[in-house]
């Protein structure tokens, strides 16, 4: 309960171990390539589990951090070493001009993941909203977190509460959609009406 | 130049027109129906003209303040008297359980507005993400905007911010999309995660 495993060793992946490891939670940091799991590692404090790409993950929750490019793969390739677990898209399908999404109408980069993994398996949607290097250094952001699981969807909002992140419940795994477009969003305000890449969406509760 | 035109006289276009009289706006109230028309004037501080359905109306920004299954039919029932006009999009396209957006794919409801108005009229989206009860009561929030023409988008921008709200510029019109998906959102989280109707999503300029 207690591991939560991150595939992958980007940016978001080391923005998301870092608070992890901070929250007391062991990490297992996987990659494709083992070195580059080991530097991750390295730069946690408290150190990290090196996991074995494509073995069954030590965590109940998965936290996917590959680029939406390669996500389709990446489960692939662990098939049914995914059976049970909670697996988080943070992924942004957009496209390689940053004007648009390249999923199929009508659907999101989390439910196109889902028709992937194992039945047994829950697709939660979480992350994408925020900046890496946000994440990395603001204590308090709000989150928003889409799901069809209830089970799934509690488990990583009191996750994403001990990072000390606000977790807001945006609906079933259908408003991932949604969060995706926000994710497009952000990058368009930081470029255009912000002037800054040192932003967040949160939610005021009148 | 110190007259907007408001189209409609439901909750959203008596929280717009209620804000711009009060920023010292002469309002022109127009609906299909003159006596909503007239009751939506007599409401606001200072009185309102009242315009004539499908003549030119009195402002160079006219607010499109329709549901979005009866934009298409106002735009086509004033056809040119729209000439030159810049015209604000507030629709949210949304599905009647309220689980999507009934555009088509790779569209916003904005964008398919504005193949409907003259050639030389300017669509902007804006106000799609506040709901009317918080727009009308709370006063400073955070306002998003989309649209192709930079001068049409610098004018709506300055309305904004002489309705006491802080306009950020999302980029050209393709981007409604996202705004489109946060008005879908923003109903997903009251409902959800936030238990609250009084809520507005604000940017954090970290």
Redesign the interface.
């Known amino acids: 309960m207690n591991t939560i495993s991150i595939i992958g060793s980007g940016g978001m992946a080391a923005a998301i171990a870092g608070r992890t490891a901070k929250a007391g939670y062991t990490v297992e940091v996987i990659s494709r390539d083992p070195a580059k799991a080991q530097t991750l590692a390295d730069q946690l404090a408290g150190g990290a589990m090196i996991g074995e790409y494509g073995a069954v993950p030590a965590g109940n929750i998965v936290i996917l951090a590959v680029p939406y490019a390669s996500a389709a793969r990446v489960v692939a390739d662990y098939g049914k070493a995914l059976d049970g677990k909670i697996i988080i898209d943070i992924s942004n399908p957009i496209s390689s001009d940053v ?2 999404l390249v999923t ?3 659907s999101s980069g989390a439910q196109e993941i889902a028709k992937c993994v194992p039945a047994s398996a829950h697709v939660v949607k979480a992350f994408n909203t925020l900046f890496g290097h ?1 994440l990395a250094r ?1 204590v308090a ?1 709000d989150a ?3 799901a069809d699981d209830p089970q799934a969807k509690a488990r990583v909002s009191t996750f994403l509460e001990r990072l000390g992140l606000r ?6 795994l ?2 991932a ?3 995706e ?2 994710g ?2 952000l990058i ?2 930081a ?4 002037g ?1 890449w ?9």
């Open positions: 004007t648009g199929p109408g009508g946000v603001t952001l928003f977190i889409a977790p807001f419940d945006v609906g079933g259908q408003m959609q949604t969060l477009a926000l497009l969003m368009g305000v470029k255009n009406g912000a800054s040192n932003i967040a969406f949160n939610v005021d509760l009148g």
